[in-house]
Nanobody, 124 residues
């Protein structure tokens, strides 16, 4: 069983919005920070956003600040990524993961239990 399952991706036009969801089937969701990452074709996976276990602290890549909002519902064991004003450079596969390390939210190496990803394609 895959612990994290992403959904909500799709093909949209520049300027449109999408909301991604990531559902956890495990038992540790509420105690761990969660992150969203993305990987464009031919590029490395990069940090997008993260949220603390309680949801009180968030972090964003500079490229998405002001356009994306991360949130979570611990009762539903779900983390969301609301994306507005999408640009062609936002195109890629989006993954959620659990922050299991003690290091920075921005560090990909601090995450595990990656989902299988959901594809976002933004046409200009």
């Amino acid at each position: 069983q895959v612990p994290l399952v992403e959904s909500g991706g799709g093909s949209v036009q520049a300027g449109d919005s999408l909301r991604l969801s990531c559902v956890d089937s495990g038992r540790t969701f509420s105690s761990l920070a969660m992150g969203w990452f993305r990987q464009a074709p031919g590029k490395e996976r990069e940090f997008v956003s993260a949220i603390s276990p309680s949801g009180g602290n968030t972090a964003y890549a500079d490229s998405v600040k002001g356009r994306f909002t991360i949130s979570r519902d611990n009762a539903k064991k779900t983390v969301y990524l609301q994306m507005h004003s999408l640009k062609s450079e936002d195109t890629g596969d989006y993954y959620c993961a659990m922050h299991i390390g003690m290091g920075s939210y921005f560090d990909l190496g601090q995450y595990a239990l990656w989902g299988q990803g959901t594809q976002v394609t933004v046409s200009s």
